[in-house]
């Protein structure tokens, strides 16, 4: 099995910044990708940023310019630097990985428990 643990989160004035990490632990054959998901209350979970193992990142259209997330592959770490926050980003955020926890096995997707941003205005 594959363990996340996110940590970083907190309380921040709107204009502000945080940087939120995530380190993936446990079995681990290989990690194809690691990115970041939120949820606010009421809300379905959204993508935030994902990176695959050769750096191609993906951003959500509302991330772009003011998040930007990177990659340790050799701690197996994702870091996700968040820039002019905004009241609406206020949600839980959630560590996401698609791994093989051993060779031959498939490729599954496991999850953080989640670390709370809360914007304020």
């Known amino acids: 099995q594959v363990q996340l643990v996110e940590s970083g989160g907190g309380l921040v004035q709107a204009g502000g910044s945080l940087s939120l990490s995530c380190v993936a632990s446990?079995?681990?054959?290989?990690?194809?990708?690691m990115g970041w998901y939120r949820q606010a209350p009421g809300l379905q979970r959204e993508l935030v940023a994902a990176?695959?193992?050769?750096?191609?990142?993906n951003y959500a259209d509302s991330m772009k310019g003011r998040f930007t997330i990177s990659r340790d592959k050799s701690n197996n770490t994702v870091y996700l630097q968040m820039n002019s926050l905004k009241p609406e980003d206020t949600a839980l955020y959630y560590c996401?990985?698609?791994?093989?926890?051993?060779w031959g096995s498939g490729i599954l997707t496991y999850w953080g428990q989640g670390t709370q941003v809360t914007v304020s205005s």
């Open positions: 446990g079995s681990i054959f290989s990690i194809t990708a």
């Open positions: 990176v695959t193992t050769g750096g191609i990142t």
């Open positions: 996401n990985a698609l791994a093989k926890a051993r």
